[in-house]
């Protein structure tokens, strides 16, 4: 049958939150720590990086790849839940 | 074995595979070649996709843009990733579950008219010629610069290339064909920055040398420091200071985030998997094989900066190694000694600077300018021809889905079968392939600047009207249509006004609030938003069952 929003209550809305938990953390990231507040962390350094340059030119790109990962583990759980989804 | 030989070896050998794997995945209906059957498994679509997204321009170019501009080169490293965060929990598993061929039939179903169909098919073949015209003059170019022969010539194999895999096997020969040109690329990408890495800090991985001391032979020292010093010692900024305002560079890198986000060719990659969960995983997949070559993209650009530094800084042009005069040839490097005195001085000053670099070169001449051996030297050409043709197969698709599907079958001729569609879509992309390439040949003069601006012009029509047709129930057809018109009309506007009517006004003081024309998709899509929001409050809302397809796509299965 046909999944959607009616037969599956409360789908959506945790589906929703984890995107909106997920997304303030791309944001913090790439646009307060990478760029508003990037000369204060520059400041701080660890091995050869200034932090604000390391997170603009790298570590941004690595925490994009884990907040994917999360999301496709958290969706994978959620989908288990409503028994949605099933991969044949 | 020379630097020829062994170029011309590697790029036979690629160009072979490519052949072969056409050869061996025809498309046999419209689903095949539109989307693959839908049966591409996640790991092989990541690959592909990566591909498909990196083109000439991120393998050629963005190294050498980071490296000239240091710390303000982020907003690409930034904003061409970041986009897949948006793309991967925004975008892709619903226009999966959707579970059609191309955008403006999402944006023609979703929105209940042949009129939104229509603008959402004009700005995807807009947004895509642009784009693929840049990929073929990129083909031209490595052909040119590596195996002399014309770029004309180059564009025509290339072309050949293209369409033989691209006709026959439409979207399932594409994306067997991306999977191979990624291995061949990031190979490619890689063994360079690795060697210069290990030569320079004795680190085998660039990430880790990029922030490590350099060896007693390159003067010890961390290496961002001492390129702190040299760019300063030389008149420039410090490698790690920033030159753009925040503003603006807040502006841009949003602007590239939505683009990458609403780009059709990025987009389609997700209808060719089996189900939401296989996309959400090949959204995964395509990131980490994008990020291996975008985290090691800053490393080579400070490798490369120092090394060329050193080599050139002060040095007689006479004892100049073999590289500078082989660049010097194909105008990427000229040399002018205003001062008379025999030296090479680089410096910021433009009139006593004698040095002129083209960017291009960080990337192409980067392992020559470190001395690595013959063959590290000759796969650069095998990887920027890889790096553009498998995007330019991935814009050729789009247009032609968006003739044979979109203009044809759902618009002009909905009753014709499938083998005439097949036949259309076989069409259209060779003639596609024909146009690409005559602007490949012939580029006119804004093909450079319009690519660049081809993120805003995504950004402020596609994404807006993607996201509220699924995060939005309530968002009619009267919203998005004028929102499309008005994010894209005005986008297009400020780049046009800037870039070809006024050119002198472009500069920070001309800016409307200091935002540059590349930053300036990210309020044309704020104007997209607003409007679609004002207009949709004043007008009906979309009929009962365009709101229940909505709830069906945001529930899998």
């Given at each position: 049958m046909k999944h959607t929003e009616k037969n599956a209550p409360g789908y959506w809305q945790e589906n929703i939150r984890l995107v909106k938990i997920l997304l303030s953390i791309w944001f913090v990231v790439t646009f307060l720590l990478g760029i508003v507040f990037v000369d204060q962390l520059d400041n701080i350094r660890f091995a050869g990086f200034k932090l604000g340059f390391w997170i603009s030119q790298q570590g941004a790109i690595f925490v994009y790849v884990f907040l994917i990962y999360f999301y496709l583990k958290a969706m994978d759980k959620l989908d288990d839940k409503y028994k949605l989804n099933k991969e044949e | 074995m020379s630097v020829q030989t062994l170029t011309y070896l590697f790029v036979g050998i690629t160009f072979l595979l490519y052949i072969t794997i056409a050869i061996k995945s025809r498309a046999s209906s419209t689903s095949d070649f539109y989307i693959a059957g839908a049966h591409v498994p996640p790991l092989a679509n990541g690959l592909a996709t990566a591909a498909d997204w990196m083109s000439a321009a991120s393998f050629i170019s963005m190294a050498g843009i980071i490296s000239f501009m240091g710390r303000d080169g982020s907003v690409y490293l930034m904003g061409w990733t970041g986009g897949y965060v948006l793309l991967a929990m925004l975008i892709a598993p619903y226009l999966r579950d959707f579970g059609k061929f191309t955008v403006p039939d999402f944006i023609g179903e979703r929105y209940y008219s042949q009129t939104a169909r229509m603008v959402a098919l004009l700005c995807a073949i807009f947004v895509s010629f642009t784009y693929v015209a840049g990929q073929m003059r990129g083909v031209g170019v490595v052909f040119s610069r590596f195996l002399e022969v014309d770029i004309s010539t180059g564009v025509l194999i290339g072309m050949t290339i293209v369409f033989f895999y691209a006709v026959l096997g439409g979207m399932k020969g594409i994306t067997y064909t991306q999977v191979a040109q990624y291995c061949v690329l990031i190979f490619a990408f890689m063994v360079p920055a690795i060697f210069i890495s290990l030569l320079m800090t004795g680190n085998v991985i660039p990430q880790i040398g990029f922030g490590a001391e350099l060896t007693p032979e390159y003067g010890g020292g961390y290496l961002l420091d001492r390129l702190d010093g040299l760019n300063q010692e030389l008149g420039f900024t410090a490698y790690t200071e920033s030159v753009r305002s925040k503003l603006d560079v807040f502006f841009i890198t949003v602007a590239l985030m939505f683009g990458t986000a609403g780009l059709p060719h990025v987009i389609i990659r997700f209808f060719t998997v089996p189900s939401v969960r296989a996309a959400r995983k090949s959204a995964l997949y395509a990131l980490v094989f994008i990020a291996i070559l975008y985290t090691t993209a800053p490393t080579i650009a400070a490798f490369a900066r120092t090394n060329l530094i050193n080599t050139v800084s002060n040095v007689e042009y006479s004892e100049m190694p073999a590289w500078f005069k082989t660049w010097e040839a194909t105008g990427l490097i000229s040399f002018e000694d205003k001062n008379n005195d025999g030296r090479i001085q680089y410096l910021a000053d433009p009139d006593d600077n004698e040095l002129t670099i083209d960017?291009?070169?960080?990337?192409?001449a980067n392992p020559e300018i470190a001395q690595l051996p013959n063959w590290v030297v000759a796969l650069v050409a095998a990887g920027g021809l890889a790096a553009a043709l498998s995007t330019a197969a991935g814009l050729l698709l789009v247009i032609s889905s968006s003739i044979a599907h979109d203009l044809l079958k759902s618009n002009l001729m909905p009753n014709i079968s499938e083998k005439k569609e097949l036949l259309a879509a076989r069409i259209a992309i060779f003639f596609a392939v024909c146009i690409a390439g005559y602007f490949g040949i012939n580029p006119p003069g804004f093909v450079a600047e319009v690519v660049a601006f081809a993120f805003g012009l995504a950004s402020s029509s596609f994404f807006p009207a993607i996201v509220l047709g699924i995060f939005y129930k309530r968002m009619n057809k009267e919203g998005a249509i004028s929102g499309m018109l008005v994010g894209i009309i005005f986008t297009a506007s400020y780049i046009v006004y800037y870039t070809f009517i006024n050119p002198a006004a472009d500069n920070p003081e001309g800016w409307w609030f200091g935002i540059s024309p590349e930053g300036i998709g990210t309020l044309g899509t704020l104007f997209n938003f607003l409007t679609a929001f004002v207009v949709c409050h004043f007008t009906a809302e979309p009929p009962q069952e365009v709101q229940a397809m909505v709830e069906d796509i945001r529930v899998p299965g």
């Open positions: - | 960017r291009d070169i960080i990337v192409l």
